[in-house]
């Protein structure tokens, strides 16, 4: 059996460079909870759990959701709503829908991006196409959301 090449926003990226961006988009989401849920095409169930768990996560932590962004989901239902969006992120046919795509992600996540050292997206394989997209979202910020 031949194995299909992995895309992303159309373009022909490693597994490990797929499965990063993925990994990047999440980030992003969880950041951006609660801000971004009206913004998330995944299931009732899904975004009712990203915001319980991100309800749960502020009253445990100051830094709220942002301190738990690094962490598995609680539940499968939060990962299923984490994997709906970065799907819908990793489907984009091309370079200006994933921007059109990131820039909610971005635009709710910078806000409490500034409080995380270092930055965990600097050690992740991203590929080009993805890098490309979140600088044309947050201009020179890019690498430091």
């Known amino acids: 059996m031949r194995r299909q090449p992995a895309l992303f926003a159309g373009q022909v990226v490693s597994a490990g460079q797929w499965f990063a961006a993925l990994k990047a988009t999440a980030m992003l989401v969880r950041l951006g909870v609660p801000e971004v849920l009206p913004l998330l095409d995944a299931t009732a169930d899904g975004l009712g759990a990203l915001a319980a768990e991100a309800a749960a996560g502020r009253r ?33 046919e091309g370079e200006s829908a994933l921007v059109a795509r990131l820039m909610p992600l971005a635009g709710a996540a910078r806000i409490r991006w500034k409080e995380r050292r270092p930055d965990p997206l600097t050690r992740m394989d991203l590929p080009a196409v993805f890098t490309a997209a979140l600088e044309a979202v947050l201009g020179g910020q890019a690498r430091r959301l």
């Open 60 to 92: 445990r932590n100051r830094a709220g959701p942002a301190g738990r962004f690094g962490m598995a989901p609680r539940t499968a239902l939060v990962a299923a709503g984490l994997l709906a969006v970065a799907l819908k992120v990793a489907a984009a």
